[in-house]
Nanobody, 121 residues
Framework: QVTMVESGGGLVQPGGSLRLSCAASGSIFSINDMGWYRQAPGKERELVAIIGSGGSVNYGDSVKGRFSISRDNAKNAVYLQMNSLKPEDTAVYYC???????????????WGKGTLVTVSS
């Protein structure tokens, strides 16, 4: 009922920038939190950034000051601007949204399939 499409991953040199995008489509009534998570090889998935429906944001400690999350409610989309990238930022990045679909009163978390970000020279 809800499809999530991510884009923007790729290979970038250390110190470079990338912008990730994620858009949801389907029978959407409203979206609460939107967030980005990442999982590096051999590690657990971790929070990168999250933005509430009112615009409040939180970042993981390792990305504070370098990454910026934003959302476009009209497009059901969330973005992650990543600057000053480091090799340790290499991971698969996943978007997640708390979606209330039409004719259903509960909020369900939907995940994207992930997009690979590789930071290497």
């Amino acid at each position: 009922q809800v499809t999530m499409v991510e884009s923007g991953g790729g290979l970038v040199q250390p110190g470079g920038s990338l912008r990730l995008s994620c858009a949801a489509s389907g029978s959407i009534f409203s979206i609460n939190d939107m967030g980005w998570y990442r999982q590096a090889p051999g590690k657990e998935r971790e929070l990168v950034a999250i933005i509430g429906s009112g615009g409040s944001v939180n970042y993981g400690d390792s990305v504070k000051g370098r990454f910026s999350i934003s959302r476009d409610n009209a497009k059901n989309a969330v973005y992650l601007q990543m600057n000053s990238l480091k090799p340790e930022d290499t991971a698969v990045y996943y978007c997640k949204m708390g979606v209330q679909i039409t004719h259903w009163p509960h909020v369900t978390d939907y995940w994207g399939k992930g997009t690979l970000v590789t930071v290497s020279s």
